[in-house]
């Protein structure tokens, strides 16, 4: 999991409610073993369509979807996160996340915040008005600013700290291998050892 504190970036906007998992990463492409290289399969059926925002080059490079009410829900598939992050995403903004979907990407290093529906409408006619308009992230602070537009976000001390020092949960469980270890070798000799 990569290491991050800040996200500098353009936005690419979703202005579509209750997006679902089936639709993120449809269920042709759950039979891969590996983690990487969904996010060529990424809203596969709808972008079949154009002009559906990422077909668009002008949001190529945007690290942060900016998505309408109630992102991610539907089955709790993993594939769904992985690809938005194998696309290039860093952050998701929405005035809502499914429990496990939040789960999920949090667990992978990518960011879903949750924000007013007053702040995404004024981010998606931000993004209308300029492609180009910045949006600052700073995960430390838990804040977002994009220019005018400037709010908080939830996020608890220990996905934070997850975050911001790129450690997934491999990495947590390492932490405590000298107390595992120790466990491993004081279990009566007729047990089982732990490998």
């Not at 500098?8 to 990463?25: G, H, K, R």
């Not at 039979?31 to 809203?43: A, D, H, P, T």
């Not at 809502?96 to 879903?112: E, M, Q, T, V």
Request: with cysteine.
């Amino acid at each position: 999991m990569k290491k991050m504190e800040n996200i500098n970036s353009t936005m690419l906007p979703l202005n579509m409610s209750n997006v679902d998992t089936d639709q993120i990463m449809p269920k042709q492409f759950l039979k891969r073993v590996e983690r990487s290289g969904y996010g060529e399969y990424l809203f596969y059926d709808w972008k079949k369509d154009p002009k559906f925002p990422l077909n668009n080059d002008i949001y190529k490079n945007s690290k942060v979807l900016v998505a309408g009410d109630n992102f991610g829900t539907g089955s709790s598939r993993e594939h769904a996160p992985w690809g938005l992050q194998d696309w290039g995403f860093d952050a998701i903004i929405s005035t809502k996340f499914a429990d496990i979907f939040r789960l999920n990407s949090i667990n992978i290093g990518l960011l879903p915040i949750e924000a007013s529906q007053e702040d995404v409408e004024g981010l998606f006619k931000k993004i209308e008005n300029n492609p180009n308009t910045q949006i600052k992230i700073s995960v430390g602070n838990k804040s977002v600013e994009c220019e005018d537009i400037n709010f908080s976000f939830d996020l608890d001390d220990f996905s934070q700290k997850r975050i911001v020092k790129g450690i997934d949960k491999i990495d947590v469980t390492l932490g405590y291998e000298n107390q595992i270890e120790k466990y491993s070798n004081s279990r009566k000799s007729w047990k089982p050892k732990l490998t």
